[in-house]
């Protein structure tokens, strides 16, 4: 009787090497005491499919796909979750028995549910939520909001076009603000969301003006280097809760280690000190 195969998986993007996700699955896999290894694979964009289609066959059972390689990788699966059709993007592969590449996208149930655990009372239904950013990311965070019952959400992003193709593809309860009038946006909001790149280590500021903050608005970042942004400190000054964006990168993790592994993970205080250490 053959010995069964120990399941590998990893994440795939270039540059790779500061990705924290092997941190977490090794984690996961040493928590849970499961058998599998969890690598980074910094891979360009013209061998992409050919590591992917050789991956099954050296024992892999999966992979995430980070940047740039989430829209990619739509055409090299044969089959797509219906919310990564509608983001446009994958983050999550599976590799079937059947010899089939299944992509998913689960940043935004990886939003969602960060949001749950770090701010339990709030209500997606309870008003409108602003969206900075009309990238991959914003993509994800606005099908779930959408999907979350969110009534109305205010989208401003540095280059209009691009908050305009959002509206198209996710209908009417986008509204579409310039990004000069960001800052006047807050005023009654139930939800600010950053999903720009403006704040983290090594790229400029988020120069919105955030005096019209209020106390009780969530705020969150999807930055997670810094944890606490300027956004989200001067957000706490004012009184709003606040959530890290180290949550969703954890959260997101969740669907494809279950599948990949067999045990699907908690993301509590040992997750997070492992992702940061």
């Known amino acids: 009787m053959s010995e069964a195969k120990i399941p590998l998986a990893g994440v795939i993007g270039s540059p ?34 050919q590591v992917i289609r050789t991956l099954p066959d050296m024992g892999f059972v999966g992979a995430n796909v980070t940047i740039p390689h989430k829209e ?12 990564a059709t509608l983001i446009g993007a994958a983050n999550t592969l599976i590799f079937r028995p059947d010899g089939k590449i299944h992509a998913d996208n689960t940043d935004g149930y990886g939003f969602i549910t960060n949001l749950q655990q770090g701010a339990p009372d709030w209500d997606a239904k309870a008003g409108p939520a602003v969206v900075l950013g009309a990238g991959g990311a914003a993509r994800a965070v606005v099908a779930s909001l959408v999907e979350a019952g969110a009534p109305e959400i205010l989208l401003t992003n540095r280059t209009r076009g691009r908050a305009e193709q959002l509206r198209e593809d996710f209908g009417q309860r986008i509204k579409v603000v310039d990004w000069v009038q960001a800052g006047n946006l807050f005023e009654g909001a139930n939800l600010v969301v950053n999903t720009t ?42 009184g709003c809760q606040t959530v890290d964006g180290l949550g969703m990168l954890l959260h997101q993790a969740v669907p494809g280690f279950e599948r990949w592994f067999g045990q699907r993970p908690d993301v509590d205080n040992a997750t997070r000190a492992a992702a940061l250490r």
């Open 197 to 238: 790149s403006l704040g983290m280590v090594g790229k400029p500021e988020l120069r919105v003006p955030l005096d019209g903050l209020e106390p009780g608005t969530l705020v969150t970042d999807l930055i997670y280097a810094p944890l606490q942004t300027r956004l989200l400190r001067i957000a706490e000054e004012v």
């Open 72 to 83: 990619a990788v739509m055409s090299i699966a044969d089959q797509i979750t219906d919310r």
């Open 16 to 49: 790779v090497a500061h990705s924290r996700s092997p941190r977490v699955h090794r984690h996961w896999l040493n928590t849970y005491g499961l058998q599998g290894y969890y690598i980074p694979m910094d891979v360009a964009s013209k061998d992409l499919e």
